[in-house]
């Protein structure tokens, strides 16, 4: 999955956990789990919607929620990618025996996309939208005054 699917994923875990501590461990192996299933990944270019959903939870939900520390805990795993992405490695989108997360080091299985990649990135923003959705992100937000 990408980062930003990762991050809303995590999000909904840690609203159903509702401890920090408890959901960032879950986002952690929720991470995992996402890049097990077959999904569309995307390239670098995701970054800003990665960073963004994080900055968007964490105003939405505040510093101490569950739902920020699920997502924190969702997309820490890519940050091992940040080397090799720099540095251009040559491998980086392949099973890294350095990488120490399963399913970026070859150990799992890393599913891959069998279908247009069109119906990928629908299915990713489709995931993304029922992960904050469940994360309770995008509830309305009431205009009167307490």
């Known amino acids: 999955m990408t980062g930003f699917v990762h991050a809303a994923l995590g999000a909904a875990l840690g609203r159903a956990i509702k401890n920090p501590l408890v959901a960032f461990g879950a986002g952690i192996g929720s991470h995992i789990i996402g890049d097990a299933v077959p999904h569309h990944d995307m390239d670098i270019g995701e970054v800003p919607l990665v960073f963004g959903t994080l900055g968007y939870l964490l105003y ?26 720099l540095k251009k490695d040559p491998r980086r989108y392949g099973a890294m025996i350095e990488k120490w997360v399963p399913t970026h080091n070859g150990k799992l299985k890393h599913g891959t996309w069998p279908l247009e990649a069109k119906w990928g990135v629908m299915l990713n923003f489709s995931l993304f939208i029922a992960g904050l959705w469940l994360a309770g992100t995008l509830q309305k937000r009431s205009n009167s005054l307490p």
């Open 60 to 85: 939405e939900h505040g510093p101490k929620s569950a739902q920020f520390w699920g997502a924190l805990g969702a997309v820490c795993p890519d940050f091992e990618h940040i080397s090799y992405e």
